[in-house]
Structures are given as structure tokens and as C-alpha cells.
């Protein structure tokens, strides 16, 4: 048996960032993380071809989170960084069959076409909307206080980020700070403006900026492996707590330890902890997604921006499509132009049993219809990650309530893809957390965060 102070399952970037941080806060504990595959990094993997530079799963992530701001600095891939800012991008909905542009500032969705005026009207009855007690689905929520017509925007929103259904997904679970808004004043609205007031005048309050790297997201993982101790194609089997501190089984050893992170996403998480308690769900769903990449010489008549969405009411082959040499022009040759569209998600899981030529075709035959691109890329691929993305859905508060109550045992610590949230910004705070709690000796409590919702 092997004897280390802290066990770390899963070296993704949860399992990487919390060993980072308990390098940093506690320089003297010993940390062995466990990966079951022959790479670290979980989702976030980069792809480059003939020039040009897609990401199998995550794209990016926004510049305000203190956690990932403060690993960012500690690595030195600050100096790295490429910035997109959201002030200075266009996104665009699909709407009656073209690109229409989303508004970012409230006064502009004053004479945005994608409202009519009694939809903008509809909107301010939020002011005198009760917050109800119980959880909702988000399509239900958004709906009672902002009115049925607002809601293919916000379909676009969450298609765009969980690839997910606003009709099964939980408010609470998905967006527990505006939740909490809502129910300290009375209002969304209330509560949305009264911390513009509060953030006025902090120049560090206006629009984020998307973040990558010009080799790729992967850059991330890569410097943050480095120098840990990582025992890759060791797989978890099993799990107990003794007396003492917690054991874990692989196909070959036995590892011991007095702290357990578990790192893993939230269905590889649960299938362990069952033998702890049972879940109150065997798995949480996913939502798989494929990423359609497009690469073109010249750049025909793009829109300036970041791409676009399309709620589910367009009947669109894509969910959307990102022109991500817009964004960061290092990924595509010089004159060419990166385009990745994405295909499948919560509703429409039978487009990925598509070949990939199909897949191809049709996703041309949608983009050709809302954008003027040349007759034929130079590169076509179609990037099938395994896994998906977890469904934060109206049983997540319970999967939510079943953490904390394992987390009551002595050294055990649960983070990872899907409990918190989908984003890196996610993983990186929910890993900075349990760093704290292991070096402090002590576990503390975290707000909800208010996340705002960028088109």
C-alpha cells in the first residue's frame, strides 16, 4: 500500500488546479493524483491542422474569476494570454432565418428587432413579480417573470452553453446568485441594477474578456501537470473510508491516504461515492456535442463577432457556430478564416449517429444559408469528444444536497465537471476550495455566485 497525505482522482483541470493550490498553500503535504487515461486535462483538448487550431471541448474562459485569475499569475500563462473582449465583439441570433445582432447594454434592447415592443414592455412586469419558493425549470422561470416571448433568447443562451433543454434544466441549480437576487429584492430587475449602481464606478466591473492561448486551451493543463505527481492510466475501482483515512483500489494498487479530492466529473464521482451512500440519482444526464470545424482560405463576408445561436424554435441543423478566427486570429492561417459549428446537445442526440461526411454536409447547407462563404474549405473535420456535458436538472439539488452531506466525513472533498457548474471559472473556484479547506484544516462556506449571461 502506498501512503500519501492527500489523494487526488482525476487529473483534469479540477484534479490539476486543486494540486496546484495545495502546492502552493501547503508546500509540505505530499499530493498523488490518480488519472485513469493516458493524458491529463479531461475535456480541454486542443487539435491543429494544416494551420489551423480548433478545441474539442472548451473554447475558453471569461478573465473575471479570481481563482483562475490567481492560477494564471502563479504559472506565469499570464504573460500567454489572448484576450477577445466582449465589449468589442458582435453575437448574433438567429432570427426568421437571419443573423441578427444580440444587444449587450440594456438601453439597446430597447430598439433591438429581436422584441417587439409589448414583449420589452413584458419584461418590467418583473418588478412586480413574487419570487416563488420552490425551483423551476429555467423555460418556466423566465418565462413567469419576463414573459414567453424573451424565451428563444434565453433558449439560445443555454443551448450555447450547456448544449442543454431551458425546459428540464433547474434555475436553482444552473443559477443559484440570480435566484438569490431575485429573492433579496423582490426582482431580477432590482436586484440586476442595483449591483450595476454598486460596480459603477470599479473599472473592473465592465465586460470580461474571453481567454485563450495561441497553441490552445490545452496550454493550460500542460504547464499546470508539470512537476506533479501524476500516475496516469490508473483508474479508480473502489473506495472506503477507514478508521484512520480513506483507501482506494486501482487494478493494480492500493493507495491511503488522511484527504480525498474527488475530482472527476460528476457521473465518474457518483458511481464511487455510491459505495459511501446511494445517490439519489445513478447518473446525472448528459449532453453531447460535436464540433464541426471549418477552415477556408479567404474569409468571404463574415460578420465581425464571435458567431452565433440558434433557439430551438429557428429548426436549425447547428446549435450555433463561432467564428473563432474572429476572436483569435492565430487560428487560422493568415486571410483564412476558423469556423466551428456545433451539432447534436440535449434535444437532438440522433444527429450525432450522422457519418461524419453527412455531418458535414449538412452543417455547409445550414452555415450557407446565414453566412456568404466560399464554395469549399480547405478543411472539414468533425471532432467527436467522448463524454458530454452534465445536465444541471431538476434533481441536481438533491445530487447537490447528497454532497454535502458525504462531506461531512472527515477528508473527503467533491469537486469536478458538473457539481458547480460547466465552466473552467467553475472548476477552478469549486478546486481552489477544497485546497483552503485541506491547508486550513477546516471547511468553509461559499456564496452562490451571480453569473451573468453573455450571448
Same mark, same amino acid.
Given at each position: 500500500?502506498?501512503? &500519501?497525505?492527500?489523494?487526488?482522482?482525476?487529473?483534469?483541470?479540477?484534479?490539476?488546479?486543486?494540486?496546484?493550490?495545495?502546492?502552493?498553500?501547503?508546500?509540505? =503535504?505530499?499530493?498523488?493524483?490518480?488519472?485513469?487515461?493516458?493524458?491529463?486535462?479531461?475535456?480541454?483538448?486542443?487539435?491543429?491542422?494544416?494551420?489551423?487550431?480548433?478545441?474539442?471541448?472548451?473554447?475558453?474562459?471569461?478573465?473575471?474569476?479570481?481563482?483562475?485569475?490567481?492560477?494564471?499569475?502563479?504559472?506565469?500563462?499570464?504573460?500567454?494570454?489572448?484576450?477577445?473582449?466582449? /465589449?468589442?465583439?458582435?453575437?448574433?441570433?438567429?432570427?426568421?432565418?437571419?443573423?441578427?445582432?444580440?444587444?449587450?447594454?440594456?438601453?439597446?434592447?430597447?430598439?433591438?428587432?429581436?422584441?417587439?415592443?409589448?414583449?420589452?414592455?413584458?419584461?418590467?412586469?418583473?418588478?412586480?413579480?413574487?419570487?416563488?419558493?420552490?425551483?423551476?425549470?429555467?423555460?418556466?422561470? /423566465?418565462?413567469?417573470?419576463?414573459?414567453?416571448?424573451?424565451?428563444?433568447?434565453?433558449?439560445?443562451?443555454?443551448?450555447?452553453?450547456?448544449?442543454?433543454?431551458?425546459?428540464?434544466?433547474?434555475?436553482?441549480?444552473?443559477?443559484?446568485?440570480?435566484?438569490?437576487?431575485?429573492?433579496?429584492?423582490?426582482?431580477?430587475?432590482?436586484?440586476?441594477?442595483?449591483?450595476?449602481?454598486?460596480?459603477?464606478?470599479?473599472?473592473?466591473?465592465?465586460?470580461?474578456?474571453?481567454?485563450?492561448?495561441?497553441?490552445?486551451?490545452?496550454?493550460?493543463?500542460?504547464?499546470?501537470?508539470?512537476?506533479?505527481?501524476?500516475?496516469?492510466?490508473?483508474?479508480?475501482?473502489?473506495?472506503?473510508?477507514?478508521?484512520?483515512?480513506?483507501?482506494?483500489? &486501482?487494478?493494480?494498487?492500493?493507495?491511503?491516504?488522511?484527504?480525498?479530492?474527488?475530482?472527476?466529473?460528476?457521473?465518474?464521482?457518483?458511481?464511487?461515492?455510491?459505495?459511501?451512500?446511494?445517490? #439519489?440519482?445513478?447518473?446525472?444526464?448528459?449532453?453531447?456535442?460535436?464540433?464541426?470545424?471549418?477552415?477556408?482560405?479567404?474569409?468571404?463576408?463574415?460578420? #465581425?463577432?464571435?458567431?452565433?445561436?440558434?433557439?430551438?424554435?429557428?429548426?436549425?441543423?447547428?446549435?450555433?457556430?463561432?467564428?473563432?478566427?474572429?476572436?483569435? #486570429?492565430?487560428?487560422?492561417?493568415?486571410?483564412?478564416?476558423?469556423?466551428?459549428?456545433?451539432?447534436?446537445?440535449?434535444?437532438?442526440?440522433?444527429?450525432?449517429?450522422?457519418?461524419?461526411?453527412?455531418?458535414? &454536409?449538412?452543417?455547409?447547407?445550414?452555415?450557407?444559408?446565414?453566412?456568404?462563404?466560399?464554395?469549399?474549405?480547405? =478543411?472539414?473535420?468533425?471532432?467527436?469528444?467522448?463524454?458530454?456535458?452534465?445536465?444541471?436538472?431538476?434533481?441536481?439539488?438533491?445530487?447537490?444536497?447528497?454532497?454535502?452531506?458525504?462531506?461531512?466525513?472527515?477528508?473527503?472533498?467533491?469537486?469536478?465537471?458538473?457539481?458547480?457548474?460547466?465552466?473552467?471559472?467553475?472548476?477552478?473556484?469549486?478546486?481552489?476550495?477544497?485546497?483552503?479547506?485541506?491547508?486550513?484544516?477546516?471547511?468553509?462556506?461559499?456564496?452562490?455566485?451571480?453569473? #451573468?449571461?453573455?450571448?
Amino acid at each position: 500500500m502506498e501512503n &500519501t497525505d492527500v489523494l487526488i482522482v482525476g487529473a483534469g483541470v479540477s484534479g490539476l488546479s486543486a494540486a496546484h493550490f495545495l502546492r502552493k498553500m501547503a508546500p509540505g =503535504l505530499n499530493v498523488v493524483l490518480l488519472e485513469k487515461s493516458q493524458r491529463v486535462g479531461g475535456a480541454i483538448r486542443s487539435h491543429r491542422e494544416q494551420g489551423f487550431l480548433a478545441e474539442w471541448g472548451p473554447h475558453g474562459f471569461l478573465d473575471n474569476a479570481p481563482a483562475s485569475q490567481e492560477l494564471l499569475q502563479d504559472t506565469g500563462l499570464e504573460a500567454e494570454v489572448k484576450k477577445a473582449p466582449l /465589449a468589442d465583439f458582435h453575437r448574433y441570433l438567429c432570427h426568421g432565418g437571419k443573423l441578427v445582432q444580440i444587444p449587450q447594454k440594456p438601453l439597446r434592447a430597447l430598439t433591438t428587432p429581436l422584441l417587439s415592443p409589448a414583449a420589452k414592455f413584458r419584461i418590467l412586469a418583473d418588478l412586480w413579480i413574487r419570487p416563488l419558493a420552490e425551483d423551476q425549470t429555467i423555460g418556466q422561470w /423566465a418565462g413567469r417573470r419576463f414573459g414567453k416571448r424573451v424565451l428563444p433568447l434565453v433558449d439560445a443562451a443555454i443551448s450555447g452553453s450547456f448544449s442543454g433543454d431551458f425546459n428540464r434544466l433547474s434555475i436553482d441549480a444552473v443559477m443559484p446568485g440570480l435566484r438569490q437576487l431575485e429573492h433579496q429584492y423582490g426582482s431580477v430587475l432590482k436586484g440586476v441594477l442595483s449591483r450595476a449602481r454598486q460596480q459603477k464606478n470599479d473599472p473592473k466591473k465592465g465586460l470580461p474578456a474571453m481567454i485563450n492561448f495561441s497553441q490552445g486551451l490545452e496550454r493550460v493543463v500542460t504547464v499546470l501537470a508539470r512537476d506533479l505527481d501524476i500516475r496516469l492510466q490508473t483508474p479508480v475501482e473502489k473506495l472506503e473510508r477507514t478508521a484512520e483515512c480513506w483507501q482506494l483500489a &486501482t487494478r493494480e494498487d492500493l493507495f491511503s491516504a488522511r484527504e480525498l479530492v474527488m475530482a472527476l466529473p460528476v457521473n465518474g464521482s457518483l458511481g464511487l461515492l455510491a459505495a459511501l451512500a446511494p445517490p #439519489p440519482v445513478e447518473r446525472v444526464p448528459v449532453s453531447r456535442i460535436y464540433n464541426v470545424v471549418l477552415g477556408f482560405s479567404d474569409e468571404g463576408v463574415i460578420p #465581425p463577432g464571435f458567431g452565433y445561436l440558434a433557439p430551438e424554435c429557428e429548426q436549425r441543423f447547428t446549435l450555433g457556430a463561432m467564428f473563432s478566427s474572429r476572436m483569435f #486570429p492565430a487560428r487560422a492561417p493568415a486571410g483564412g478564416v476558423l469556423i466551428e459549428a456545433l451539432v447534436g446537445g440535449r434535444r437532438h442526440p440522433e444527429r450525432l449517429e450522422l457519418d461524419d461526411a453527412e455531418i458535414i &454536409t449538412r452543417v455547409r447547407q445550414d452555415l450557407a444559408e446565414l453566412l456568404d462563404l466560399p464554395q469549399e474549405p480547405l =478543411l472539414a473535420r468533425v471532432l467527436r469528444p467522448e463524454g458530454g456535458i452534465p445536465q444541471l436538472e431538476m434533481d441536481h439539488p438533491a445530487v447537490l444536497a447528497y454532497r454535502r452531506k458525504l462531506e461531512e466525513q472527515a477528508g473527503l472533498h467533491i469537486c469536478g465537471f458538473g457539481w458547480d457548474g460547466i465552466g473552467i471559472n467553475d472548476m477552478t473556484r469549486a478546486a481552489r476550495k477544497a485546497a483552503v479547506d485541506i491547508a486550513q484544516g477546516s471547511r468553509g462556506e461559499e456564496k452562490a455566485e451571480v453569473k #451573468p449571461v453573455y450571448f
